[in-house]
């Protein structure tokens, strides 16, 4: 394949893509088909089938550059290094706010059953890697003797999953939660407990 042929092949996939990511967000993953993409993006629906095996494969491929859309977004919003405890909750408010302000990225994200597709690696990256912007994001706190260096990815994660369930209790309208501002409230105790 020439390059010029490889870009071409890459746009058309990225009008799937784009068209995909639009969808789930403003409709909701249970909106998409392939013929509704296909539309959307301008094309026939067996065309999509020259790019993705199924319907599977191009809602997994989606995730991935929604996610990349995310950390841009992250990376935009939030000053790194991070330098407090101020600062590191900023970072989770950002990010919780991404999925106040996007519920269906939310909802796709953890909730829609993805399988991995066939003839994808399973150490094929699918997201940026988390690890290092957790090891980076909470030095302040090995330096400062809050937090050991081995501890670094059970404080992150034990956030990360509290700030999902969190969002799942606000989306299911259980409790308090339902409001940002008790969202942001738990937030921070929960941080202030943690770090």
Do not use: C
Request: net charge negative.
């Amino acid at each position: 394949m020439s390059e010029k042929q490889k870009r071409k092949r890459d746009r058309t996939k990225a009008y799937f893509l784009e068209a995909a990511k639009d969808m789930i967000s403003s409709q909701g993953v249970e909106s998409v088909s392939v013929r509704k993409i296909a539309d959307a993006a301008g094309y026939s629906y067996p065309t999509l089938y020259n790019y993705f095996q199924d319907l599977n494969e191009l809602l997994w491929e989606t995730k991935g550059y929604m996610i990349l859309d995310l950390v841009e977004v992250l990376r935009h919003g939030v000053q790194y290094p991070l330098k407090d405890l101020a600062e590191v909750k900023g970072a989770f408010k950002a990010y919780i706010q991404y999925y106040l302000d996007h519920p269906n990225v939310f909802k796709f994200f953890y909730l829609y059953p993805l399988k991995r597709p066939e003839g994808i690696a399973e150490d094929a990256p699918m997201e940026p890697d988390f690890s290092a912007m957790w090891q980076e994001s909470f030095q302040v706190f090995v330096r400062s003797g809050r937090l050991e260096q081995k501890d670094i990815e059970a404080a992150a994660k034990a956030l990360i999953y509290a700030i999902h369930g969190m969002l799942t209790l606000s989306y299911s309208n259980n409790g308090d939660l339902s409001d940002a501002k008790n969202l942001f409230r738990d937030l921070d105790q929960i941080v202030d407990y943690l770090l």
